[in-house]
């Protein structure tokens, strides 16, 4: 499957445990939301992954991605060390322009 390159990129630095990376296809301003909890800035989204790869020892594959304007809907199959893995995960994305402005994960 062929991914915009910021999408794929974004998936390498979290399959990589690269937290700075990660942040840094983001907003300045960019929102997460995950598990009935946000993160807002890149020093936050920062701090989230790094702390949830660590804990769940976390990888991910993407297994479909369509995009629609600036919103786009990332399917990957997560496995790790938490209960229920591996376990399929939406990525809600909003873009602005090459950067993540908001992502909301649901599964």
Do not use: C
Request: aromatic content about 10%; proline content about 4%.
């Amino acid at each position: 499957m062929k991914l915009p390159e910021n999408i794929d990129g974004l998936l390498k630095a979290q399959n990589e445990a690269d937290s700075t990376a990660f942040a840094g296809f983001f907003t300045e301003h960019a929102t997460v939301f995950d598990e009935g909890s946000s993160y807002t800035g890149r020093e936050e989204i920062k701090h989230w992954i790094q702390e949830a790869t660590e804990k769940y020892n976390m990888q991910v594959t993407p297994v479909d991605f369509t995009q629609n304007g600036t919103k786009g809907t990332l399917s990957v199959e997560t496995t790790g060390t938490f209960p229920g893995s591996p376990a399929m995960m939406q990525y809600h994305l909003d873009m602005e322009n090459a950067l993540i402005g908001s992502l909301k994960i649901t599964g």
